[in-house]
């Protein structure tokens, strides 16, 4: 079965400076897509960044990057130079190569102090 | 704005009742999700239409029901509603419904049974 771990349940960071979210992933499928979402206090769910598992290059989208390492079955999420805006919950996700459900993480609370 | 549209945004209700929640997929999006976020459980998948088709089952419970629409909107039907159905359901489309592709949310229902 497919599982997603996020094992930070809060960080803080320091406004312009950059953070790790971690995710670790469990599954036995050679083909898959990960993914991350935002989701601020208003509780919409914000598509940040994709990695699909043949991509040799990680993926990056502005401020976000996709650390994707294969081999330990890790997606981390790096956001550079960190704003106030970016606070909020980050789920880290997972899709098999059918298509379908996303598999979510528990999530991972940001702060950005100013 | 996802392009994926939600109503209602907040519902409340009574035990024993029940509720229709309503999702309009984005421009072109043939694939609709319905997704289930509370505390305890965290996001689960529910159900997965493409075209007007059931296409995956998640964790859905038999109290609840969702048909997608020659128009592409969908809905969700809960029903006999208990006081652990009180979550924030989400709807999210995407384009197609094979390999790992992005999913957009919508803004989500915060169903409250009291």
């Known amino acids: 079965a497919q599982k997603i771990t996020q094992t930070q349940p809060g960080m803080f960071v320091q406004e312009k400076e950059a953070v790790t979210l971690d995710c670790t992933y469990d599954?036995?499928?050679?083909?898959?897509?990960l993914f991350w979402y935002k989701q601020p206090s208003s509780g919409e769910m914000i598509f940040l960044i994709y990695?699909?598992?043949?991509?040799?290059q990680n993926a990056t989208e502005g401020r976000y990057s996709l650390n994707f390492q294969k081999a330990r079955k890790s997606a981390n999420l790096v956001i550079s130079a960190s704003q106030l805006g970016d606070s909020a919950m980050y789920f880290c996700a997972m899709m098999r190569n059918q298509g379908g459900k996303l598999i979510f993480g528990q999530g991972t609370e940001l702060s950005v102090k100013p | 704005d996802s392009g994926v549209t939600q109503t209602p945004k907040h519902l409340i209700t009574a035990t024993g009742q029940r509720v229709t929640l309503r999702c309009s997929p984005r421009s072109g999006d043939l694939s609709v999700y319905w997704y289930q976020q509370s505390l305890d459980q965290g996001l689960q998948f529910l159900i997965q239409?493409?075209?007007?088709?059931?296409?995956a089952k998640g964790n859905i419970l038999e109290r609840f029901s969702a048909q997608q629409f020659p128009d592409l909107h969908s809905e969700l039907n809960l029903s006999s509603l208990e006081l652990g159905d009180s979550a924030l359901y989400f709807c999210a489309s995407s384009v197609g419904h094979v390999n790992p592709h992005e999913q957009y949310f919508g803004p989500g229902t915060r169903l409250t049974v009291t």
């Open positions: 239409y493409y075209n007007g088709e059931e296409r």
């Open positions: 599954t036995s499928d050679q083909s898959y897509g």
């Open positions: 990695q699909g598992s043949y991509d040799e």
